[in-house]
């Protein structure tokens, strides 16, 4: 498999040894020539030597405080770390996080998390599977040490039941806040031993306010969430968490609510944030994604199959979520898993198509926050196997992160 910008990077020889708190070192690296016959699936799976990113079928991206990108990716029940400081042209050594191997939940709307506080601390987590059909741990590991080392993962959920504790969301605050919320089915459990109907399951939070030593109790966020679609999650700009997530609203509706939380330990209201109405008794695999510019507006992108209303949708609000404009639709039919990001008045907005041929992700953007937008355009495609895409920013600019069949791809939207 082919890389697109970064040279593959693989670590040799390095002991697996059980460890505890910040001792998984990274040893010396060498290169792979992408034009060489390398056999990637046997590569991946040879245990003398740590894969490289291709053998990940999802990537997740993110960059620092100092403008220094990081990805992290799955193999054969390993979180694998990379970092690049020239945007992607080529990648650090690989290290591992986790010295214990375990099921861990990288495909659709499911891949660990990453993010950095303003010191420069890494954070993760993702889903952990268990031994029965959708049941799972949402896990956490911290790096001090500028990703050199990670500490041995923890289970972040309190409710240690072999149920739903799964679709993590992670998010950290100025003041470097650790925020994770997911979906959880305690709430319903406890009512099907009552023999009590329960729409949905639940979304839970819980947070750390010392760098991830520790973390308060779990607390429910709201009940009735669809069982199995990502959350949107970001941090306002009164350093306080906002959740948008699929909701499960009376006669099995389900369109998209927010939360605006009053302080790190008060949950505000449920919000109601799409007005699509699609009555379904399932859940679709697709959730929404936010992001909150600098002038506080929300910006909100998800999909509706409502037969009167179907497709991806934007909506924008400036009431910190209490109304929202029209819904603006766009992309053709069969769109899907939309990324939506803004820095100032700018936004950009990506999505994945098929035209029986070849994976595409269109863009479109808006210059005034939303409320016009650019002709959709195909910014890149692939004829091989393809990851959801995804928006991430410097600060300054936005960029594209890919994976697919033909290697990862990490490009500036301004060179596409």
């Given at each position: 498999m082919k890389t697109v910008n970064p040279i593959l990077l693989i670590?040799?020889?390095?002991?697996?040894?059980?460890?505890?708190?910040?001792?998984?070192?990274?040893?010396?690296?060498?290169?792979?020539?992408?034009?060489?016959?390398?056999?990637?699936?046997?590569?991946?799976?040879?245990?003398?030597?740590?894969?490289?990113?291709?053998?990940?079928?999802?990537?997740?991206?993110?960059?620092?405080?100092?403008?220094?990108?990081?990805?992290?990716?799955?193999?054969?029940?390993?979180?694998?770390?990379?970092?690049?400081s020239d945007q992607g042209e080529h990648f650090s050594q690989t290290v591992q996080v986790n010295a214990e191997a375990e099921s861990i939940a990288a495909h659709g709307e499911y891949r660990p998390k990453i993010k950095l506080d303003s010191k420069g601390a890494i954070y993760l987590t993702w889903t952990q599977n268990l031994e029965k059909r959708h049941t799972g741990n949402i896990r956490f590991s911290r790096s001090l040490d500028g990703g050199k080392s990670f500490s041995k993962p923890i289970t972040v959920n309190d409710n240690l039941d072999i149920i739903?504790?799964?679709?993590?969301?992670?998010?950290?605050?100025?003041?470097?806040?650790?925020?994770?919320?997911?979906?959880?089915?305690?709430?319903?459990?406890?009512?099907?031993?009552?023999?009590?109907?329960?729409?949905?399951?639940?979304?839970?939070?819980?947070?750390?306010?010392?760098?991830?030593?520790?973390?308060?109790?779990?607390?429910?966020?709201?009940?009735?969430?669809?069982?199995?679609?990502?959350?949107?999650?970001?941090?306002?700009?009164?350093?306080?968490?906002?959740?948008?997530?699929?909701?499960?609203?009376?006669?099995?509706?389900?369109?998209?609510?927010?939360?605006?939380?009053?302080d790190w330990n008060t949950p505000g209201p449920v919000q109601r944030a799409s007005q699509d109405n699609w009555k379904i008794e399932a859940c679709p695999h697709h959730g929404p994604a936010l992001s909150i510019a600098d002038d506080g507006t929300y910006h909100s992108v998800w999909f509706s199959g409502a037969a009167d209303h179907q497709g991806l949708f934007y909506g924008y609000s400036n009431d910190q979520g209490k109304s929202f404009s029209a819904a603006y639709p766009f992309g053709n039919q069969g769109a899907k898993h939309p990324s939506v990001m803004a820095i100032g008045h700018n936004v950009a907005i990506i999505w994945s198509e098929f035209d029986g041929k070849n994976n595409l992700l269109k863009l479109i953007q808006s210059n005034d926050s939303g409320k016009t937008w650019s002709t959709a355009k195909t910014v890149t495609s692939t004829s091989e196997s393809a990851d959801d895409g995804f928006l991430i920013s410097d600060g300054d600019n936005l960029y594209l992160s890919w994976q697919t069949g033909q290697g990862y791809q990490f490009k500036a939207l301004d060179d596409l």
């Open positions: 670590l040799a020889g390095l002991a697996l040894n059980a460890c505890s708190h910040d001792s998984i070192k990274p040893a010396d690296t060498q290169a792979i020539n992408p034009s060489s016959a390398v056999d990637l699936k046997t590569l991946c799976k040879d245990a003398k030597h740590l894969p490289t990113i291709g053998c990940s079928d999802t990537v997740t991206a993110n960059f620092d405080s100092q403008g220094k990108l990081w990805v992290v990716w799955v193999n054969d029940g390993h979180i694998y770390l990379q970092s690049s739903g504790h799964r679709f993590d969301a992670l998010e950290v605050g100025k003041n470097g806040e650790i925020f994770i919320a997911w979906l959880d089915s305690r709430e319903k459990e406890a009512a099907k031993a009552k023999k009590q109907e329960f729409l949905g399951t639940a979304v839970y939070y819980t947070w750390s306010d010392n760098g991830g030593l520790s973390f308060y109790p779990n607390k429910p966020l709201a009940p009735h969430s669809c069982e199995c679609c990502r959350l949107g999650i970001a941090i306002d700009n009164d350093n306080l968490p906002v959740v948008l997530w699929r909701h499960v609203f009376e006669g099995q509706i389900r369109d998209q609510a927010l939360v605006k939380f009053k």
